[in-house]
């Protein structure tokens, strides 16, 4: 089965990890991952700069581990990493901003990747959000 997940929290929040444990589990049963869209809060989940304490997972690194290991689409939506400060080399330098605190394996996109992934999935599974 192919699912698109949409993740709407911080990498702090328990349904970050949630998502990632539900992530791994379905590659593990021999599912396919068609996107992960960070979306609202979530663009915190792909940030480099997120600091976690010593004696907390480091989940934003985690997310980062698995979508590089498993070259998995992970995209992090536009408008709400603008809106959050986390920007690519190309948004830092097209708005004069010194920090660039997103790279790979992460791209920037729209709204319309999630839309297009719904589209190629069996089912959409979102964690977080209002």
Same mark, same amino acid.
């Given at each position: 089965?192919?699912f698109?997940?949409?993740?709407?929290?911080?990498?702090?929040?328990?349904s970050?990890?949630?998502?990632?444990? =539900?992530? !791994?589990?379905?590659?593990? $049963? $021999?599912?396919?991952? #068609?996107?992960?869209?960070?979306?609202? &809060?979530? +663009?915190?989940?792909?940030?480099?700069? +997120? #600091?976690?304490? !010593?004696?907390? *997972?480091?989940?934003?690194? *985690?997310? %980062?581990? =698995? +979508? &590089?290991?498993? *070259?998995? &689409?992970?995209? #992090?939506?536009?408008?709400?990493?603008?809106?959050?400060? +986390?920007?690519?080399?190309?948004? /830092?330098?097209?708005? !004069? %901003?010194?920090? #660039?605190?997103?790279?790979?394996?992460?791209?920037?996109?729209?709204?319309?990747?999630?839309?297009? /992934?719904? *589209?190629?999935? &069996? %089912?959409?599974?979102?964690? $977080? $959000?209002?």
């Amino acid at each position: 089965m192919k699912f698109a997940i949409a993740l709407f929290s911080a990498a702090h929040a328990p349904s970050s990890r949630r998502a990632l444990l =539900f992530a !791994q589990a379905l590659l593990a $049963g $021999g599912h396919e991952i #068609v996107r992960l869209f960070f979306y609202q &809060d979530g +663009v915190y989940s792909a940030a480099n700069n +997120v #600091v976690t304490p !010593q004696d907390e *997972q480091d989940i934003a690194r *985690q997310w %980062r581990e =698995f +979508v &590089d290991q498993h *070259q998995l &689409d992970g995209v #992090v939506c536009i408008a709400a990493a603008l809106r959050r400060g +986390v920007l690519n080399g190309e948004e /830092a330098a097209r708005y !004069q %901003r010194s920090a #660039v605190n997103l790279g790979a394996p992460w791209a920037l996109s729209g709204l319309g990747q999630l839309h297009d /992934a719904i *589209q190629d999935a &069996d %089912r959409l599974i979102c964690f $977080g $959000g209002p």
